[in-house]
């Protein structure tokens, strides 16, 4: 027949997507992520963490990581899974051997891709559930991750935006203010 032989590495990677497919989805049939164990936790360590998940994913990108620590009450499961899908979404519009900024400084986190860009059309629906912008439709993808961010972003009192980056590509920007969340 011409079923076509995938290797392990590629096995690994539909594996990985599921995983992330099927979170996300838990995540959101809650409707909003409840912040269930807000804690004070370091932020900067958050980041830290997702930045080493998604580089395991996506090993041909460069990193360029500056974390200032900045405490914030909240959920780390949950801060955590966000700052990972923004990471993924940087990680999957850059070129291959492109790089990312990414920053953590006074309850912000700041990414940013030097990917295509988002068209001003989509700008506004990004962080919709299910939203994907037509040059998205060939890739990979659910349309739930940036959904997810902006759910976890405003249960913790924060929000999430995205712009052009200044020479091209995306910069998103998760706000956190570190109070305490009920």
Do not use: C
Not at 44 to 51: F, G, K
Not at 116 to 130: E, K, N, Q, T, W
Not at 139 to 150: E, F, H, K, N, Y
């Amino acid at each position: 027949g011409n079923m076509r032989s995938y290797t392990v590495d590629e096995w690994v990677a539909q594996m990985d997507e599921l995983t992330t497919l099927i979170g996300d989805l838990t995540e959101l049939a809650r409707d909003t992520p409840q912040v269930r164990n807000a804690e004070l936790i370091e932020l900067s360590n958050v980041v830290e963490d997702a930045v080493m998940k998604v580089r395991r994913r996506a090993p041909g990108l460069e990193w360029d990581v500056q974390l200032t620590p900045f405490p914030v009450w909240g959920d780390e499961r949950l801060l955590g899974r966000a700052v990972t899908n923004l990471l993924d979404n940087a990680a999957k519009w850059s070129p291959p051997d492109g790089q990312v900024e990414l920053s953590v400084r006074d309850g912000e986190v700041v990414v940013r891709d030097h990917g295509p860009g988002i068209d001003d059309a989509d700008l506004p629906y990004v962080f919709d559930r299910f939203y994907r912008a037509s040059s998205a439709r060939g890739m990979p993808g659910s349309g739930l991750g940036l959904a997810i961010v902006r759910q976890v972003a405003e249960s913790h009192g924060g929000q999430v935006v995205a712009e052009p980056a200044d020479g091209g590509g995306t910069r998103m920007v998760l706000r956190l203010n570190g109070r305490k969340v009920s």
